[in-house]
């Protein structure tokens, strides 16, 4: 997640962690880590990186950063595939969840 | 490659879903694509999103989702077909460079046979196949994220968004840094070098090169062996 400053909106850090911000702290399937209360409706990314183990890594002559995801645990959390959204050549948005009903083959290729 | 066995077993209830991992976007896939003429979704992961999600570290990778969205086979090499030059004798007037490449990439272990048998079997008898992993395999198979790792997918998407900012100069640090922490993702490399030069050659911005780094792990070790039990 590139990010021009460390504080967020909790929407935008779920849409591109999979990490929903709930009173009970940040949550992703069954797993919620606490965090500490916050006065504002913003995130402050650092304190969230810090608990939920995530490197945030800075450029600083462009003062971006970029945050990774959640180390120490695994890839995957869970054997639900996420629900991935990706544009077609044409710019359009598909979502692998309207294939459920289906078996699916994702195949990961490369030009290069 | 893929339409083909699309239109096999789409009958019987499989979808395939193409995504190209390609910081160049559509423009870098658009080619590919057009003489291939899919029937199903291909899409255009630009910033590497599907890597990081899934834990590829090279392509072509396959993973399997069921009719529930349940992941039963992790991402695995996935060939659809033994490619046509490695049965070919290499041309007697290709210089001394491509020669070599060509006999490194012959080298490499593909198993296309393997893999697309467990795909018929897995679209026949679905969960009953063995092929369908249990959800503890499955996430064995993935395994967990070290601190170095998440730190290279980091390192990786900035030095892409640098890249597409035009700021060459800056990405290069971080695709650096992201090969440094995650040695075995071949994805970061391959992209990064393919950037500075479209042969994937060596260049002096980069330690490594295509050629040199399979020939120091030895080419029959680029894509880890299939378990298919």
Known sequence: MILEQLQVAPDDFEQRTGWSIKPQGACKGEMCVPLPPRKDVLLDVRVVADRLGMPLVADEPTGLWSLGPEASGQVLTSVEAPDLALPDLDGRVFHLRSLRGSKVLLLAWASW | ?229
């Not at chain 2, 291909?42 to 969205?69: K, T």
């Open chain 2, 1 to 229: 490659m893929w339409q083909e066995l699309r239109t096999e077993l789409h009958p019987a209830g499989l979808e395939i879903v193409t995504v190209a991992l390609d910081t160049g976007g559509a423009e870098a896939a658009r080619p590919w694509i057009e003489a291939a003429k899919p029937e199903h979704p291909a899409l255009i992961d630009q910033a590497h999103v599907v890597d990081e999600m899934f834990g590829i570290v090279n392509v072509p990778s396959g993973v399997w989702i069921d009719e529930e969205g349940i992941i039963v086979r992790p991402p695995e090499t996935a060939f659809p077909e033994r490619t046509r030059f490695r049965d070919r004798p290499i041309p007697t007037d290709a210089p001394p460079g491509l020669r070599h490449r060509l006999e490194l990439a012959k080298g490499i272990r593909v198993e296309p046979e393997k893999y697309i048998a467990a795909l018929r079997d897995w679209v026949a008898h679905g969960s009953a196949s063995r092929y369908a992993l249990s959800p503890d395999e499955v996430l064995r198979r993935v395994g967990p994220r070290p601190m170095d790792a998440a730190t290279a997918a980091a390192e990786f998407e900035l030095g892409q968004h640098l890249y597409r900012l035009g700021r060459t100069d800056l990405a290069v640090g971080h695709f650096r840094q992201a090969h440094r922490l995650q040695p075995d993702n071949w994805t970061y490399r391959r992209q990064a070098w393919t950037l500075a030069d479209p042969d994937q050659g060596p260049t002096d911005i980069y330690d490594s090169d295509w050629v040199r780094d399979v020939e120091r792990i030895g080419p029959e070790h680029y894509y880890a062996p299939l378990e298919m039990g």
